[in-house]
């Protein structure tokens, strides 16, 4: 039975690390870029939305498992306080923060009709820090013995990088245009 | 009152907010189309009312909401 929620454990944080990788990679492109098609920009905002909000219930998976399993001791208390696990705290810590600013993320968006603008994107900027955390814990926990495993934690680096670069120099149609009518000034 | 937010078959587009992503006109074809920058124009169309309820909820910008009047 332990074996089989570690494993489970496992899957369930690599599936949450693709999750994560995509769901980050789709809100680049939204904001980057307008797309010439505007199927093409619904469908991507609709993928955003989904896979970000579906990733929620994986994650809850993964650190309900990693809890429960007894074979390393991790307490109920470390799902949401960081530091506090009697394994690897620190890397297990990791986890915790990106779990902690995930909810948050999540929560806002749900909520995102009631709230302010700013609040919402304020919280859901913060998710270019919750994707490296949860890159690094990803990494450093997992288990060494399955290459497989590991590659794909590397390729989510790789994919997420890739995409923040392009993210930097990219200049949306949208704030351009703002930029060149402002500059017009009031005649 | 929900009740005439419910039935509301058409948007208003709020032209600050918009950021011109065109889902509105993925999602209301017969009331949105782009112009040339690919910012809405809206018709005097209506559409089914859940249609219009998923366009405001979709609208990356939040720039949609319900609307009963036409527009001028
Ligand atoms: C929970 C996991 C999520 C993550 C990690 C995430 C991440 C991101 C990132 C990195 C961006 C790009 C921000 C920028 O560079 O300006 C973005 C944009 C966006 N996200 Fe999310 N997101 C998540 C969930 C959601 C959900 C559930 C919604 C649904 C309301 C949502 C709606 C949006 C919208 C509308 C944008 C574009 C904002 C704009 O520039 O107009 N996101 N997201
Ligand atoms: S979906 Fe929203 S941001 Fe995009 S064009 Fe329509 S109103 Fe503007």
Redesign the pocket.
């Known amino acids: 039975m332990n074996e089989l929620l570690w494993y489970f454990s496992r899957a369930t944080g690599v599936v949450s690390m693709v999750l ?1 990788t995509t ?2 990679v789709l ?2 492109t ?3 870029r307008r797309s010439a098609r505007p199927a093409t920009s619904t469908v991507v ?1 609709g993928l ?2 989904w896979l ?2 579906g ?1 929620v219930a994986f994650l809850v998976g993964h650190v309900t498992t990693a809890v429960v399993e007894t074979y390393v001791s991790i307490g109920p208390l470390s799902a949401l306080v960081p530091f506090t696990a009697g394994y690897q705290p620190l890397w297990v810590g990791l986890g915790t923060i990106a779990f902690d600013i ?1 909810l948050a ?2 929560v806002t ?1 749900a909520l ?1 009709h009631r709230i302010s603008e700013r609040a919402w994107r304020g919280v ?2 913060a ?2 820090l ?1 994707w490296p955390t949860a890159l690094v814990h990803g990494f450093m926990l997992g288990t060494s013995d399955q290459p497989l495993l590991r590659l794909v934690t590397v390729a989510c680096g790789v994919a997420g990088m890739l995409a923040v670069s392009w ?1 930097i120099q990219a200049t949306h149609h949208d704030r351009e245009h703002r930029r060149s009518v402002t500059a017009q000034g009031w005649s | 009152m929900p009740a005439a937010r419910e039935q509301a078959t058409r948007v208003a587009v709020d032209r600050i907010a918009c ?1 011109g992503h065109g889902v509105c006109a993925a999602l209301l074809p017969r009331q949105i189309t782009l112009d040339e920058w690919g910012y809405p124009i809206v018709a005097a169309a209506d559409d089914p009312a859940v249609d219009v309820e998923a366009a405001v909820r979709l609208c ?2 939040r720039a949609l909401r319900p609307s009963r009047t036409t527009p001028q």
Request: charged share 10%.
């Open positions: 994560l769901t980050l809100g680049m939204l904001s980057g905002a955003h939305r970000g909000l990733m995930l993320v999540a968006s995102r859901h900027l998710s270019y919750l993210r | 950021t990356p910008a």
